[in-house]
């Protein structure tokens, strides 16, 4: 009850920001404390929404960034947009289907060729299947799109940032984007070969597992930096609730007069951008791995997403099967 009163109120917390506040608030210092060099950013799901506000604002204050999108044109027209409000911005574009490891592997092998740093990752997008659909990798899609495209994403770009953190003494930071969501997920129902493979599916499980997946996942690539001493941090955040285009795929009467009830507690997609943002640019954030955001503050997740030996567990299942997957003939 205590936070939902603070959330309404828009009251900031220990880090001096809030639920009100918006992306650019909470890196308007953010310029200065900048390198001269850019800084280089991938964020997925970077076509609209939450995705293509963190875009916008981390090209204003001189972020170079990496947009790997399915659909190009999309990309191309937030790229248009950015440009025109930032004239100097560096963006580049690249196809990418995140829900296939070979499309992955393919970006990645293109980012590689152009030489550049990373310091940021940004794992945004996201899917929300009210039918069952399987990837080309036979995988649910929910579960292929959120959770394990970025595990590899991540996987396949961790030594460039730890490389980059080295050669330039700035620390690389990776967000996964989650949601309060992941506290719906009970144990007994949180099953590795169920989420690839449903028996029963049921949409609105399958996208709060894979939210659950994403903290675990920063939780478990957390301890491993650690034990490295790599100088790249891992954290996932909430965004908050906002009417993207994952909810807008609940069309009908009662989404859309619970929207209007609930009008008070939704966040403009400013504010919803706003803790990736301060996560990603922020200097409070120096140093801190293996956190969950909300609000721009430091918060408690499930129990369930705290579970060490989850993390591992899961992290193991999931690189042995994209290993199998990627050693598969293709028929």
Known sequence: ??????????????????????AEQVTQDCSCLLPSDHLTAIITGATSGIGAETARVLAKRGVRLIIPARDVKKATEVKERVLKETPQAEIFLFEMDLSSLASIKRFCSWFFSLGLPLNILINNAGKFSKKL???EDKVEMTFATNYL???????????????????????????????????????????????????????????????????????????????????????????????????????????????????????????????????????????????????????????????????????????ALIHRRLCQPTS
């Open 149 to 319: 495209g970025h595990y590899f994403l991540t996987e396949m770009l961790l030594e460039k940032m730890i490389e980059t953190a080295d050669q330039t003494g700035i620390q690389g930071r990776i967000i996964n984007v989650s949601s309060l969501v992941h506290t719906w997920v009970k144990r007994d129902c949180f099953h590795f070969s169920h989420m690839r493979n449903p028996i029963n599916y049921n949409g609105t499980c399958a996208y709060a597992q894979t939210k659950l997946a994403s903290i675990l996942h920063a939780k478990e690539i957390a301890r491993q930096l650690k034990t490295r001493n790599a100088r790249v941090t891992i954290n996932a955040v909430h965004p908050g609730i906002v009417k993207t285009g994952i909810i807008r795929e609940h069309k009908g009467f009662i989404t859309d007069f619970l929207f209007f009830l609930a009008s008070k507690l939704l966040k403009t997609i400013s504010q919803a951008a706003s803790t990736t943002c301060y996560v990603a640019l922020n200097r409070q954030i120096n140093g801190i791995t293996g956190k969950y955001f909300v609000d721009c503050n430091e918060r408690k997740c499930s129990s369930l997403a705290n579970d060490e030996v989850l993390a591992r567990k899961l992290w193991k299942q999931t690189h």
């Open 133 to 135: 659909e399987f990837s």
């Open 1 to 22: 009850m205590k936070n939902t009163l603070r959330y309404l109120a828009g009251v900031a917390g220990p880090s001096g920001f809030g639920s009100n506040s918006t």
